[in-house]
């Protein structure tokens, strides 16, 4: 079973800055990736970043802005850059194990002037 805890939204200008934090608690199962995942307003959850051993991948929407790093302290950063008002939503950290996907409750992120 994994327990996920995200942390770090809140609300920020155009062009700033915020570091999001999960941590997952594990027993009984292993995580072969973690991912963060966003969801807008009246728009499906999209992936945003995701990190599966020391690869990662992102959506074309954030190259280049967006990082994603993992420690085997079993925490996983998704560190957001240059914001913009369309990064603005409900931000979920997702754990893949072999059976199964877990999420985490979301963070709320608000890109606004």
């Known amino acids: 079973q994994v327990q996920l805890v995200e942390s770090g939204g809140g609300l920020v200008q155009p062009g700033g800055s915020l570091r999001l934090s999960c941590v997952a608690s594990?027993?009984?199962?292993?995580?072969?990736?973690m991912a963060w995942y966003r969801q807008a307003p009246g728009k499906q959850r999209e992936l945003v970043a995701g990190?599966?051993?020391?690869?990662a991948d992102y959506a074309d929407s954030v190259k280049g802005r967006f990082s994603i790093s993992r420690d085997y302290a079993n925490m996983t950063y998704l560190q957001m850059n240059s914001l913009k008002p369309e990064d603005t939503g409900v931000y979920y950290c997702?754990?893949?194990?072999?059976?199964?996907?877990?999420w985490g409750h979301g963070t709320q992120v608000t890109v606004s002037s």
């Open positions: 594990v027993r009984g199962d292993t995580i072969y990736r």
């Open positions: 990190i599966t051993g020391a690869r």
């Open positions: 997702n754990a893949k194990t072999f059976s199964t996907d877990y």
